[in-house]
């Protein structure tokens, strides 16, 4: 029996970071699920029980600081990771009070995502 | 933006909590960073090397700089240097750290080796640092006297822009003189609106084939026809700039936000005020257009 995939959703409305983000995250044996705003995030996140989400910030309909709050009220222990090119004091503060595990700015590097996956696949073991 | 990253990345390597990183954010617009930590930034002394001008400070009555002098860890000319630097806000996320003991100076020596190895490493990240003056050329063609007190604004938008076209799209970019706005018409618009203490519209004009050259650039992906992932990499390209602008405003404390990025075709918005900054790229034309509210 093969070992199960890291779950990773990605909530973001533009379709390049959505598709870039999966292409990178399937090399690394990730399963992928996408949202494309904060409202559709909170309910995939339900139905799918990922291992971290993605999240960007200035979405429409929700933002993703509102949808981080919406999982977090519905999993105290959701990992998300916010991923926004406004990366300012305020928004970084934000969104850590707010429960976000970590806050990367756009353009991210492929070594900042890979990390990400290392250090959850490491949390699984222990 | 040392700061924002250096916290960031400290985070990201577990070297602070969330927590103590909230909490020395919270503290670091009011420090002093002492010149040991700047010399260890400057990497002109070692942590252990700091600790040891603290021992003597306890023994001798004189200044750090004076002892590190005397010990042969700093010339008088690097002195000097580092006290012009004291008053920076750079490092004062360092600093803090260093006082609330989270982190040793030895230790504070290793992560600020590090994260300088892996910022280089990662070249394509932007620094936001070496981005913000526009080129000396550019300058001159460029007259926003007419906007007052937000001339600074398009200034640096417009250095800042400058740079990342140079980074993402064409190694020479050509920028014509600017103009009041007046009546633009292109085909396609990307747009986005900078809020907060200052509103500032941002947008660039072009025709299908530069749209789609500047998607291409930016995104890297092969894309034959103006579809949804062309737009949104033409779109995420602006939304990126403007990113890196609310950040370095924010870290001359003025605080703004994004609203959503938008890209239109054959519409123009009416401005009572702002302006035309034509750039020729290789592969086309774009015009800039920006207004402060």
Not at chain 1, 27 to 36: G, K, P
Not at chain 1, 64 to 70: H, I, P, R, T
Not at chain 1, 89 to 103: E, T, V, Y
Request: aromatic share 6%.
């Amino acid at each position: 029996m093969g070992e199960m995939k890291t779950k990773i959703l990605i909530c973001d409305d533009s379709s390049l970071i959505r598709k870039q983000l999966r292409d990178l995250l399937i090399n690394m044996d990730c399963e992928v699920s996408e949202a494309v705003n904060g409202h559709e995030v909170v309910d995939i996140f339900k139905a799918v029980e990922p291992d971290v989400v993605f999240m960007d910030i200035v979405m429409p309909e929700a933002d993703g600081l509102e949808a981080l709050k919406n999982i977090k009220a519905y999993n105290q222990e959701a990992k998300v990771i916010m991923l926004s090119s406004v990366g300012t004091s305020a928004k970084l503060i934000q969104a850590l009070k707010s429960g976000a595990m970590d806050f990367i700015q756009k353009p991210y590097t492929n070594e900042q995502i890979s990390k990400v996956i290392t250090d959850i696949r490491k949390s699984a073991l222990t | 933006m040392f700061n924002q990253h250096f916290g960031q990345y400290l985070l990201n390597h577990k070297k602070i909590t969330a927590a103590q990183l909230i909490e020395v954010m919270d503290y670091e617009r009011s420090v002093r960073v002492k010149l040991g930590v700047l010399a260890i930034n400057a990497g002109l002394m070692t942590g252990a090397q700091v600790e040891t001008v603290h021992h003597l400070q306890r023994i001798k009555d004189k200044r750090f700089g004076e002892l590190a002098v005397e010990q042969g860890y700093l010339t008088y000319a690097q002195l000097e240097d580092l006290l012009q630097n004291q008053h920076s806000r750079h490092l004062g996320l360092s600093q803090v750290i260093i006082d609330k003991k989270y982190l040793t100076l030895e230790q504070l020596e290793a992560v600020l080796i590090s994260y300088k190895e892996e910022s280089e490493l990662s070249a394509g990240q932007l620094r936001t640092e070496d981005i913000v003056n526009l080129d000396q050329a550019g300058a001159t063609l460029l007259d926003f006297s007419a906007a007052g007190s937000q001339q600074k604004v398009y200034h640096d938008y417009i250095g800042l822009l400058q740079r990342n076209i140079v980074r993402f799209l064409d190694a020479d970019p050509v920028i014509s003189k600017s103009e009041p706005i007046g009546h633009t018409v292109s085909k396609w618009l990307v747009h986005q609106t900078i809020t907060g203490e200052i509103n500032l519209f941002t947008g660039l004009a072009m025709d299908e084939d530069t749209l789609l050259e500047i998607a291409r650039h930016y995104s890297g992906e092969v894309l034959t026809e103006i579809d949804e992932l062309a737009k949104d990499s033409a779109a995420e390209f602006l939304n990126m700039v403007n990113g890196i602008f609310c950040v370095n405003a924010s870290n001359q404390g003025v605080e703004l936000d994004l609203q959503l990025q938008k890209i239109v075709q054959n519409q123009m918005p009416v401005f009572k005020q702002g302006y035309r900054i034509p750039i020729d790229l290789i592969f086309g034309k774009i015009d800039v257009i920006l207004s402060v509210d």
